[in-house]
């Protein structure tokens, strides 16, 4: 861990940890949401939505990679125990139940907007206090807000064409 690197945080660490595992968990709930919500879904436009999907499953790897690496230098230790995802998520996990593309858009579409609203919420603690923290959030909160306009657009496509048969 970098020493001065946290010096230079003007925040209580620990709290920030606290949160950053609070997203941490989040993502990995949100890849699996997404993950298995590629392999299973039916419904018109099926490909389309699976190639979105699949890569934002990826994305949201991406994000949990971000954000371990964000935790271990500040010097704390990201969740190792999958059990406790659901003890510090914000967002939870909406199990994709029903494979209709209409279903599991919906379902990511809200699991979207609370990433939305919990970065956005994260990002305002550490405005001002932590530049480098504050920099990944920018980046993936970008990326959520892309995310919820890819899929609300996926689903606008899917009603225009059913309408027209
Ligand atoms: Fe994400
Ligand atoms: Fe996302
Ligand atoms: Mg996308």
Not at 44 to 55: G, H
Not at 135 to 146: A, D, F, P, R
Request: glycine share 6%; net charge negative; with cysteine.
């Amino acid at each position: 861990m970098g020493t001065f690197g946290r010096k230079i945080v003007d925040t209580d660490v620990e709290e920030l940890v606290k949160l950053l595992n609070k997203a941490y968990s989040d993502e990995w709930l949100a890849y699996y949401q997404y993950w298995i919500g590629s392999k299973i879904v039916r419904g018109p436009n099926k490909e389309a939505v699976i190639a979105e999907l699949t890569l934002h499953a990826t994305e949201e790897l991406g994000h949990a990679t971000l954000l371990t690496t964000r935790i271990i230098q500040l010097g704390g230790t990201p969740v190792t125990k999958p059990q406790d995802w659901f003890k510090l998520t914000n967002c939870g996990y909406d199990a994709p139940e029903d494979p209709s593309v209409f279903k599991i858009l919906e379902q990511n579409i809200k699991g979207e907007q609370c990433a939305i609203k919990a970065y956005n919420s994260l990002l305002k603690k550490v405005r001002d206090k932590d530049a480098v923290t504050y920099n990944i959030v920018l980046g993936i909160l970008q990326m959520e807000v892309e995310h919820e306009e890819d899929l609300q657009s996926i689903l606008e496509d899917i009603n225009v064409m059913m309408k027209k048969r």
